[in-house]
């Protein structure tokens, strides 16, 4: 399961889920029957619809690189194609492409069935972090079609972006029942019983991935992934080179590949891994997401003046196609690098740049506000590291206040995120403690926050597990991981 780029304000769903088909503008839109339990696609072009379907096909398997020439040739054959741009907006390495097919489909929406035309609205809103309106939209989607396994397959991925993911599961389950042989399911299924912690199941549920495509990369590249998060190391890298036999362009294992090896101390070797997607890159998704990989690493070894220059040659990939989204992207991550730094206030200059580049015509209202309520967060992590409590709670006031009325539930974990890091550094451990648990549990950093707080308390014990918890987190290359692992396998008295 990949994005292929970083926009960690993004909420955005990786897949179509169109499945039957209808040409002619004439069946814009069918009522949703027994005999018709698909959501339809519309398009004028019967070329056009066979190009889309093999696009589809490969980007069910997740070979996106290859799928985009199929969804450009079904655009080209019918400009008015909408289920093809958003799945070119789907498919896309960076923001900015996925911008510019987001609004082409959007302007289209009125003109196909409304059930494309939900999907397409659901993913514009999911753009805008609007979470509240992409489920009323899928809501609608699963009621009119919930024989679709598609839409199933959707609506479990957007329970497993809010972290529901007892949730995802049951929607997923629905889509196996409806469709078997939908591989994309299985996929989907072992990341959501390896969230919670469910190993058996998420193995299970991968092996039958890698029985239904056999001769795809990956299913043996998100097997590889549940190995790692495991710390099955060495077999998680024989997974990822069996994806790499069969395609040797796949390069989200190189990634997978990186992470073992830095989790086994291997750091070179893990660079060295980076570097191939580099020298084999065929977009600058590619590129960025090696550079980013290499940043990690850095960070991870403690050499974070390396892990900002990484940082500054991302953005340089961005900035020669004037992808303001991505450059946006990069200056948070390169601000959230030179806060571990201690360096404030060019971590100020950065957030601040990073917003600045969005408000520009090109990006919507949602996208700035939203922009915009982040630096308020950002600013009370800057204001918190400085010890200045007082103005790091009115900023953490203002990010509450716009995240309850947002009711987006990524927002509110981070709310309670930043109220925690302000009440830990103030030694408030029972507060901190109180809000660090309503904070995001998959950000390995919160754990090792927690593990701060109940140290702060005299709690060995339950701080050495959580401390723990946070080392052994092994998740693919993440800045917040990466940050904290090493701190935390020497706090919890482990060997790395």
């Known amino acids: ?22 040409s002619g503008s004439d069946a814009a839109k069918p009522a949703a029957t027994a005999e018709n339990a698909k959501v339809p696609v519309t398009t004028k072009s019967e070329d056009a619809r066979k190009e889309f379907l093999q696009g589809q096909a490969l980007a069910d398997k997740l070979q996106v690189q290859d799928s985009i020439a199929h969804f450009d040739k079904a655009i080209a054959l019918d400009q008015d194609f909408a289920s093809a741009e958003l799945a070119r907006a789907n498919a896309a390495a960076t923001p900015h492409e996925f911008f510019d097919h987001i609004k082409k489909a959007v302007t289209l929406a009125d003109k196909v069935s409304d059930g494309e035309k939900w999907l397409i609205l659901a993913n514009e809103a999911g753009a805008n972090a609007g979470t509240v309106k992409q489920k009323e939209y899928l809501d609608k989607l699963v009621a009119a079609y919930p024989n679709d396994e598609r839409v199933q397959f959707n609506f479990g991925a957007y329970e497993f972006g809010q972290q529901d993911f007892a949730a995802a599961v049951e929607h997923l389950k629905k889509a196996v029942a409806v469709a078997p042989d939908y591989s994309p399911t299985y996929n989907m299924l072992g990341y959501s019983y390896r969230q919670l912690d469910d190993y058996p199941n998420a193995e299970e ?14 299913p043996y590249d998100s097997y590889g992934e549940l190995l790692l998060k495991m710390g099955r190391f060495d077999d998680s890298i024989v997974q990822y080179r069996k994806a790499i036999a069969i395609d040797s362009n796949f390069v989200a294992s190189h990634f997978g590949i990186a992470a073992d090896l830095m989790y086994q101390g291997k750091s070179s070797e893990a660079s060295a891994e980076l570097q191939k997607i580099i020298d084999k890159a065929r977009s600058d998704g590619d590129r960025r997401l090696a550079l980013f990989g290499l940043s990690v690493v850095a960070a991870d070894a403690g050499k974070l003046d390396q892990a900002t220059q990484e940082m500054d040659r991302e953005y340089a990939v961005a900035e020669k196609i004037n992808d ?6 990069d200056l948070q991550a390169k601000g959230n690098i030179l806060v571990q730094m201690q360096k404030y206030d060019a971590a100020r200059q950065a957030f601040e740049k990073s917003v600045k580049l969005l408000q520009n015509g090109s990006f919507s209202k949602e996208i700035q506000d939203n922009a915009q309520l982040v630096l308020h967060f950002n600013l009370g992590v800057i204001a918190a590291g400085k010890g200045d409590y007082k103005t790091a709670k009115s900023e953490a006031a203002e990010f509450s206040k716009g995240a309850e009325a947002s009711k987006n539930p990524v927002q509110v974990r981070q709310s309670h995120e930043l109220a925690g890091i302000i009440a830990l550094a103030e030694k408030n451990y029972d507060t901190a403690i109180a809000e660090l648990q309503q904070a995001n549990q998959q950000n390995p950093q919160d754990m090792f926050r927690l593990a701060q707080a109940y140290a702060g308390k005299g709690d060995k014990e339950k701080s050495q597990e959580l401390f723990a918890q946070a080392a052994g987190f092994n998740s693919l290359p993440q800045l917040n991981y990466a940050f904290v692992r090493v701190k935390a396998q020497k706090m919890s008295g482990k060997k790395a």
């Open 324 to 329: 303001q989204g991505a450059m946006s992207a």
């Open 205 to 218: 549920a991968f092996k039958k991935y890698t029985v239904l495509l056999p001769n795809d990369p990956n």
């Open 1 to 22: 399961m990949r994005k292929h780029f970083r926009f960690s304000w993004l909420a955005v769903f990786a897949l179509t889920a169109l499945t039957a088909c209808n």
